[in-house]
């Protein structure tokens, strides 16, 4: 029988045995210390239990719903005190490299198909009618210049916009009557909803895209006319001081019924649903 050998273990030796796990318990240490710095100040106040139970509250209310949610709906199922924008932004946070989004749109959140992946819902994806070529400069037009008119519209096209054009844009739910105009006539006034930021994936107004962004994206001509600009759109919910509520009264109002109706012998078939040019209004989108 050959008695067993013993290996006499030095503490060099223990130490670099040791080394490897060490490392890696260093390299824990820190990730949990990334972790708990990336956590809002309020939210560590809160236990684990707590915490975990808030944000899947809210991940329930915000995964049934079926428009965007604000915070202030949100709270209403939490304790009072509790903050809620905190709360969401670590599950932003969460959610930031998985297959749904938790994103933020025209002041509300919503979960969304993360864009890198948008290419596997498009057979699903119902079949809308395409804008016209009248109607998305229009909309733009709106956008840009809110609260804006008819005839100020069509001052800036250069043409004259049809009613079916507004028609069309007012059934999609992204344009909205404002007010009336301080002017003879009291024209409509027109505006964005809250749908035309959720349809376009815009927080605010503001959001949409400036003179540089539209030339690198290719939507305006590289050799623009002298004085050319595009505005900073506003983002208003009540009236501006040259407008009045829509249901003001108006000794004209029976002579002027709504900028809507339009004699169909002026109106004409064009395709576009537009007359012919105008002459050049402003050098502005």
Avoid: C
Wanted: avoid cysteine; hydrophobic fraction near 40%; glycine fraction near 8%.
């Amino acid at each position: 029988m050959v008695p067993p050998r013993l290996t006499l273990v030095t503490k060099d030796d223990e130490a670099n045995d040791n080394a490897p796990h060490e490392a890696e318990r260093q390299a824990i240490d820190e990730a949990l210390e990334g972790i708990e710095q990336a956590v809002p100040d309020a939210v560590k106040a809160l236990t684990t239990t707590d915490r975990r139970e808030k944000l899947r509250v809210l991940e329930a209310l915000l995964f049934a719903a079926s428009e965007p949610l604000d915070e202030a709906r949100l709270a209403g199922h939490l304790t009072e005190g509790d903050d809620v924008r905190a709360l969401l932004a670590e599950l932003q946070a969460f959610y930031a490299d998985r297959g749904i989004r938790l994103v933020r749109v025209s002041g509300k959140w919503a979960f969304r198909t993360a864009e890198d992946l948008s290419y596997l819902l498009e057979r699903h994806a119902k079949e809308e009618r395409r804008l016209s070529k009248a109607a998305l400069e229009t909309l733009a037009i709106i956008a840009y210049h809110q609260p804006v008119t008819r005839a100020e519209v069509e001052e800036i096209r250069g043409v004259t916009t049809s009613g079916g054009t507004l028609d069309i844009l007012l059934e999609t739910g992204w344009v909205r009557p404002r007010g009336r105009r301080r002017a003879p006539g009291k024209p409509i006034t027109y505006g964005t909803t809250d749908l035309f930021l959720n349809h376009f994936g815009l927080d605010n107004i503001k959001d949409l895209p400036g003179l540089a962004e539209l030339k690198g994206a290719g939507l305006l001509d590289s050799t623009l006319p002298p004085g050319f600009s595009v505005p900073e759109p506003t983002d208003v919910a009540a009236l501006m001081a040259d407008e009045l509520p829509l249901e003001s009264d108006d000794e004209d109002h029976g002579a002027n019924q709504s900028e809507m109706e339009l004699d169909p012998a002026e109106e004409g078939d064009l395709p576009d649903g537009d007359e012919a040019a105008k002459p050049d209004g402003d050098n502005q989108v």
